[in-house]
């Protein structure tokens, strides 16, 4: 069933439908909010347990979506606050500096079942690693999920500028790791 | 539209797309040459990595995905009547009244914390002991010293009927004994 983010809204709004709504909207936007989510925690579990926590924040805000931001962009906001106090809690517990969160990132994408470190697509993975966690934010954004400037502007209440420094900064960066592995 | 009716309007029109996705093309490959030619300039090495997810994920993970606290949430909950609720918060106030008064008057009377030590001062023990008839005295002894009915010393049962009396032992059982025992017997 192909219902726009207008219709999905209006349906949630209506107490018979709220339900069937909200199972649309998930569907519609769970592998790329997921994906999201993926690239920052780096592991499976994490993620679940993060997209969880955004589409159970999505429910009970739903209702006062203020439709002056696309719903994309407000999903994306409440699944980059999630994941970055994640990984908050995670610094908090271990009490590790930068390093060592990277490291520790680093070895996470190391352990999943397909790591090939021949393959490119996964030293780009551990270059990604190395970043610090706003210049990986907006690489990620950018690269992969081809975010304007302006729709990331939104995400992360930052200036376009800002952002466009952060990302050509971070892009170098990881182009320079990939060559030098 | 209800379930049915999409059906039928989706096979009517088998390649239908979403509503504003012509007013957004134009817009959206415009984006795309930019993101290109962007790339091209800071990190060209990048345009020639596949950008399609890496990472293992579950077989049918974003099947079978449901947000599970939601699904308890709108899992229909039945009230329990208004009377029931009363019955059992007094039910549980009596209890609560029951233990309250309960352990005030055991700590009250046995702690001893509350022993009144001047009630027992007052107590003549001396004058109040010799009041007791000398009979009951001899029965508490005997019940309650060591050494008493039912006491053991050393292990050997200490039998009342053989203690301080020989009178009932024949004079041939006593000759024996002390024959045995190599003592004289007294004239």
Same mark, same amino acid.
Do not use: C
């Given at each position: 069933?192909?219902?726009?983010?207008?219709?999905?809204?209006?349906?949630?709004?209506?107490?018979?439908?709220?339900?069937?709504?909200?199972?649309?909207?998930?569907?519609?936007?769970?592998?790329?909010?997921?994906?999201?989510?993926?690239?920052?925690?780096?592991?499976?579990?994490?993620?679940?347990?993060?997209?969880?926590?955004?589409?159970?924040?999505?429910?009970?805000?739903?209702?006062?979506?203020?439709?002056?931001?696309?719903?994309?962009?407000?999903?994306?906001?409440?699944?980059?606050?999630?994941?970055? =106090?994640?990984?908050?809690?995670? #610094?908090? %517990?271990?009490?590790?500096? +930068? &390093? !060592?969160? =990277?490291?520790?990132?680093?070895? #996470?994408? %190391?352990?999943?079942?397909? +790591? &090939? !470190?021949?393959?490119?697509?996964?030293?780009?993975q551990l270059a990604i690693q190395q970043l610090p966690e706003k210049q990986r934010l907006v690489f990620n954004m950018r690269y992969f999920d081809e975010m304007s400037y302006a729709e990331m502007s939104k995400v992360l209440d930052t200036s376009e500028g800002a952002l466009k420094a952060s990302y050509h900064h971070a892009a170098k960066k990881i182009e320079d790791f990939i060559k030098a592995y | 539209m209800d379930f049915l009716e999409q059906i039928k309007e989706d096979a009517r029109m088998?390649?239908?797309?979403?509503?504003?996705?012509?007013?957004?093309?134009?817009?959206?490959?415009?984006e795309r040459?930019?993101?290109?030619?962007?790339?091209?300039?800071?990190?060209?090495?990048?345009?020639?990595?596949?950008?399609?997810?890496?990472?293992?994920?579950?077989?049918?993970?974003?099947?079978?995905?449901?947000?599970?606290?939601?699904?308890?949430?709108?899992?229909?909950?039945?009230?329990?009547?208004?009377?029931?609720?009363?019955?059992?918060?007094?039910?549980?106030?009596?209890?609560?009244?029951?233990?309250?008064?309960?352990?005030?008057?055991?700590?009250?009377n046995k702690s001893p914390d509350h022993f009144d030590m001047t009630t027992y001062n007052a107590i003549n023990i001396s004058a109040e002991i010799n009041k007791l008839p000398e009979e009951a005295i001899h029965q508490y002894l005997n019940n309650n010293v060591i050494g008493g009915a039912g006491h053991e010393l050393n292990n050997e049962q200490v039998e009342l009927t053989s203690v301080g009396t020989a009178e009932h032992i024949e004079d041939e059982e006593l000759l024996n004994y002390l024959n045995e025992s190599g003592e004289k017997p007294a004239s």
């Open positions: 069933m192909h219902l726009s983010d207008q219709e999905i809204l209006i349906d949630f709004r209506t107490p018979a439908l709220k339900e069937k709504a909200y199972t649309l909207l998930v569907k519609k936007y769970q592998e790329k909010i997921y994906w999201h989510i993926r690239r920052l925690v780096v592991e499976h579990e994490d993620a679940n347990d993060v997209m969880q926590n955004v589409f159970i924040k999505v429910w009970g805000a739903l209702e006062n979506f203020r439709e002056d931001s696309q719903l994309y962009t407000w999903l994306y906001r409440i699944a980059t606050n999630e994941s970055l =106090s994640f990984l908050e809690q995670q #610094k908090r %517990k271990s009490a590790v500096d +930068f &390093d !060592e969160v =990277s490291e520790g990132l680093s070895n #996470k994408v %190391k352990a999943d079942a397909f +790591f &090939d !470190e021949k393959k490119l697509e996964w030293r780009l | 088998p390649n239908r797309v979403p509503e504003d996705y012509f007013e957004q093309f134009s817009k959206k490959m415009l040459v930019l993101w290109e030619e962007e790339l091209k300039i800071i990190a060209p090495l990048l345009l020639d990595i596949s950008r399609k997810p890496v990472y293992f994920v579950p077989e049918g993970y974003f099947q079978q995905f449901v947000v599970e606290p939601i699904q308890k949430v709108t899992t229909k909950v039945i009230k329990m009547p208004a009377w029931r609720k009363v019955v059992s918060y007094a039910a549980a106030a009596a209890m609560a009244g029951v233990l309250i008064v309960g352990a005030f008057l055991y700590t009250d």
